[in-house]
């Protein structure tokens, strides 16, 4: 399986945008499937996850963030309001199969992952 990121850019404060990640190979169906962030001389921290058990997302973004889909089984989304300057860092997907991780919004517990996209937000 490979996962591909896209939809980063550069943005103002306040504003919305929706990263799609595409799956290649396989489908969230008995998957987990988890969005990331990484911003420089951070840890990478889990955003928000789709399994079989439902959407979680993370305390610091909820509200703003949510993973998402459109009815096709290999594309996930991830929908961000009320964008903020420390929204800014690289976002990764990463997948799992179903019962092989403890927690899908922990990215030690995530098999494969994307290369990331760049989000940049700005004043």
């Known amino acids: 399986v490979q996962l591909v990121e896209s939809g980063g850019k550069s943005v103002q404060v306040g504003g919305s945008l929706r990263l799609s990640c595409l799956i290649k190979?396989?489908?969230?169906?008995?998957?987990?499937v988890g969005w990331f962030r990484q911003a420089p001389g951070r840890e990478r921290e889990g955003l928000s996850c789709l399994s079989t058990s439902g959407i979680d997302v993370a305390d610091f973004v909820k509200g703003r963030f949510t993973i998402a889909t459109d009815g096709d089984k290999d594309v996930v989304f991830l929908e961000m309001n009320r964008l903020k300057p420390e929204d800014t860092a690289v976002y990764f997907c990463a997948i799992v199969p179903e019962g092989d991780y403890n927690d899908c919004l922990r990215a030690d517990d995530m098999e494969t992952w994307g290369e990331g996209t760049r989000v940049t937000v700005s004043s």
């Open positions: 190979g396989d489908t969230f169906d008995d998957n987990a």
